[in-house]
């Protein structure tokens, strides 16, 4: 199926729409009533440099920088005059996330924790393979709603959503550490992104525009708890994204142990609604599967987890627990592949996620855990 017939109009109406299919208030709003400049159209643009006396041209100059050259911040748009910069950064919200910390890994691997216009912050990855490519890994929230409870991005719930712009802004400040667009982009950072579905569907409209930042659709993946309300809208969107589905059990009950209520979907429903995707969109599933040692990582939920895998046709990514809150453990080496082989035996395909070994708090939702209890001392 190719991209081109699947763009039609974002029912939910996109950036700027007046119904937000979010069931989470946007509690803390983001900032300012700005525009923020890099999800300004080029009519907007134009409209600017009209009010601001300067010639049209200059219009395309701007969206040139911003979609094209990955630059949002005004001072560094050197052909523009500085009253033109200046005028710029009066008109429009520029730069709204900035980088505060950076943890590398050897690899080249590096994860920044960013800083918002309003204090918060949120961290994001460039997660380097073995053969170079690059992957971002962005963030949709700060702070999370569902409140799984091995995870430290919920640990103490949800803050606000971030804007389409400060998604951006993430996508952006990583751009601007390599030097070029990334291969792939994951979105799982912090928060469930399909509980800012609004806004995450602004941002990757805007990222993966073929007029503008480029990205292949087919290079992006969303990962989501279980949202199906979310997960059924990205069907009918028809968007060429990939979709990854966070299971972590083959059963309702042990699910129901590590996820909330609130936000928690059957795993009858998930089926149906990722069924539902994959036939909107022809994008391949995979389930994301947090291994937790005695908890879900034995050969008999490895067999169960295969029959849903299976019905599904779902590839399963195995996730060896990151120590966070919650009092799990990881399960050792041996046990981590003894349940991968009985998926690889049953034709399911599986991966098993690689520790990038970054320094001390930066598994996923800790570099800005522990921020917080440093701001908070
Ligand atoms: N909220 C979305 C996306 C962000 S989390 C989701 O839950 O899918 C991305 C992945 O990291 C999820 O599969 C999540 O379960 C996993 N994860 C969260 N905390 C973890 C931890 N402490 N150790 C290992 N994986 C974790
Ligand atoms: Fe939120 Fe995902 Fe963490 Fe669950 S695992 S609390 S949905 S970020």
Redesign the pocket.
């Known amino acids: 199926m190719s991209e081109s017939t699947h763009r039609k109009k974002n029912p939910s109406g996109g950036c700027g729409s007046e119904e937000n299919l979010s069931p989470v208030e946007n509690g803390k709003k983001a900032f300012s009533n700005k525009k923020e400049l890099v999800l300004a159209s080029e009519e907007e643009l134009v409209s600017f440099v009209k009010s601001a006396h300067e010639p049209s041209y200059r219009a395309k100059q701007i969206y040139e920088w911003v979609a094209l050259k990955r630059v949002c911040d005004p001072d560094k748009m050197t052909n523009l005059s500085v009253s033109l910069r200046e005028k710029l950064k009066e008109a429009f919200a520029c730069c709204t996330v900035k980088v505060a910390e950076t943890r590398s890994a050897q690899d080249g691997s590096c994860k920044l924790l960013l800083t918002l216009a309003d204090g918060e912050s949120v961290e994001c990855a460039i997660i380097v393979a073995r053969d170079g490519r690059n992957t971002f890994c962005l963030s949709t ?1 700060v702070g ?5 409870s ?5 640990e103490h719930g949800l803050v606000r959503n971030l804007s389409a712009g400060e998604i951006i802004g993430e996508y952006l400040a990583c751009c601007s550490i390599i030097g070029k667009s990334p291969d792939n982009v994951v979105i799982m950072g ?3 992104p399909l509980l800012n579905y609004d806004n995450l569907v602004c941002a990757l409209e805007k990222i993966c525009d073929p007029e503008g930042m480029k990205l292949s659709a087919r290079r992006v993946t969303i ?3 279980g949202w199906t309300p979310g997960i059924r809208s990205l069907a009918k969107l028809g968007r060429q994204w990939n979709l990854a589905v ?1 299971l972590h059990a083959p059963d309702d009950k042990t699910r129901a142990s590590l ?1 909330p209520g609130k ?1 928690r979907r059957d795993i009858r429903d998930i089926l149906e609604a990722c069924k539902m995707h994959r036939e909107a969109t022809g994008r391949l599933l995979t389930f994301e599967y ?1 291994l937790l040692k005695d908890v879900n990582d034995s050969k008999e939920f490895a067999s169960r987890l295969v029959k849903v895998a299976k019905e599904a046709d779902a590839k399963v990514n195995l996730i060896p627990y990151n120590e966070a809150n919650g009092g799990f453990s990881r399960p050792d080496r041996e046990k981590v592949n003894a349940f991968a082989a009985v998926l690889e035996r049953a034709g399911i395909p599986v991966t098993v996620r690689v520790e990038k070994g970054f320094e001390a708090d930066a598994a ?2 800790q570099l800005r855990s522990s921020a917080e209890k440093r701001r908070k001392k």
């Open positions: 929230q999370c709603p569902v409140r799984c091995f995870c430290a991005s919920g912090i928060g469930e990962s989501t708890s966070s996820i936000f947090v996923c939702g």
